[in-house]
């Protein structure tokens, strides 16, 4: 059974950079049939995709245009984890931080991903 | 980005009722959709991949269809512990766009 444990600073001040860890269990982040998101959630901008990382003979990310010049998702193989980091922050940053794996498979003839496992969430507050 | 929107934004509804809940995508998605229930504090919880396939674990009572830019949830009797709001999620092509959700709450 796969779980995502996160960790990280509940507060960052402003400008800085905010910094997560998702730890794994149960699989690996050097899977060739998963991808490990960052997804956050504030009442302003409802549920939002900031990146991925996954494994594919190398190492590939994708970012949302949104974030795309302040955020970084690294794998750890050494640690089985995947992180966040997030440059430059402002209050409109504050959000409940979600590490999620996402998984691939052949449905009706066709490759899907979906997000199956998620981690417990973060609550991230950008405050001086 | 791909805009994903869904209807209605909120729904009061008894035990027992069935429960239609729709999200439309700004262009085609083919079949690149999930639908997931999230409570309140805890992280969204996937019910639905590939617009109509069950998660393992899922009553039997959601279900999915849909395709192109039209889908749909729906609950055939709600029980109380599916009070929660519902969100779709496009997975067609990054950036991936969540819908704004819709409430489920009860009559």
């Known amino acids: 059974q796969v779980q995502l444990q996160q960790s990280g600073p509940g507060l960052v001040r402003p400008s800085q950079t905010l910094s997560l860890t998702c730890a794994i269990s149960g699989d690996s982040v050097s899977s060739n049939s998963a991808a490990w998101n960052w997804i956050r959630q504030s009442p302003s901008r409802g549920l939002e995709w900031l990146g991925r990382?996954?494994?594919?003979?190398?190492?590939?990310?994708d970012y949302a245009p949104s974030v795309k010049s302040r955020i970084t998702v690294n794998p750890d193989t050494s640690k089985n984890q995947f992180s966040l980091q997030l440059n430059s922050v402002t209050p409109e940053d504050t959000a409940v931080y979600y590490c999620a794996r996402a998984v691939f498979g052949v449905v009706r003839d066709l490759m899907y991903n979906w997000f199956e496992v998620w981690g417990q969430g973060t609550l991230v507050t950008v405050s001086s | 980005d791909i805009q994903m929107t869904q209807s209605p934004s909120s729904l009061s509804a008894s035990v027992g009722d069935r429960v239609t809940i729709t999200c439309r995508a700004g262009?085609?998605?083919?079949?690149?959709l999930s639908w997931f229930q999230q409570k309140p504090g805890k992280a969204p919880k996937l019910l639905i991949y590939?617009?109509?396939n069950l998660q393992s674990g899922v009553p039997s009572r959601f279900s999915g269809s849909g395709s192109g830019t039209d889908f749909t949830l729906t609950i055939s009797s709600l029980q109380p512990e599916d009070f929660a709001t519902f969100y779709c999620?496009?997975?067609?092509?990054?950036?991936?766009?969540f819908g704004p959700g819709t409430k489920v709450d009860i009559k």
């Open positions: 999620l496009q997975t067609y092509s990054a950036p991936f766009t």
């Open positions: 990382t996954y494994y594919r003979s190398k190492w590939y990310t």
């Open positions: 262009q085609s998605i083919s079949g690149y």
């Open positions: 590939a617009a109509s």
